[in-house]
Nanobody
Framework: QLQLVESGGGLVQPGGSLRLSCAAS????????IGWFRQAPGKEREGVSC????????NYADSVKGRFTISRDNAKNTVYLQMNSLKPEDTAVYYC???????????????????WGQGTQVTVSS
């Protein structure tokens, strides 16, 4: 059974850092593009970043460019989202999602991703 589990969320002060992890079980990440999305209270779920299955091509939302970095360790079947210089507006539940694809690019589009984790809460507050 394909499963994604996010971890690493928590409470952090503005300007701080967190590293989220997305661990996959029941399948190998080698064949999947992985995306990170977030949903703040009262808002739509939005794409944050994604990384292709091969080649490691990445894509970022403008709001996080230069602050967030996505990476993958296929040997550990895990994808990471390093978040630096966090702002209160980054507060949200963060979800990872998988798309079985060998495309050379990935899009921050919810409908591209068929499997989702349960999410991890990130709160940026002083």
């Amino acid at each position: 059974q394909l499963q994604l589990v996010e971890s690493g969320g928590g409470l952090v002060q503005p300007g701080g850092s967190l590293r989220l992890s997305c661990a996959a079980s029941g399948f190998t990440l080698d064949y999947y593009a992985i995306g990170w999305f977030r949903q703040a209270p009262g808002k739509e779920r939005e794409g944050v970043s994604c990384i292709t299955s091969r080649g490691g091509i990445t894509n970022y939302a403008d709001s996080v460019k230069g602050r967030f970095t996505i990476s993958r360790d296929n040997a550990k079947n895990t994808v990471y989202l390093q978040m630096n210089s966090l702002k209160p507006e980054d507060t949200a539940v963060y979800y990872c999602a998988a798309d079985r694809s060998f495309a050379r690019y990935c899009r921050l589009v919810r409908s591209d991703f068929g499997s989702w984790g349960q999410g991890t809460q990130v709160t940026v507050s002083s």
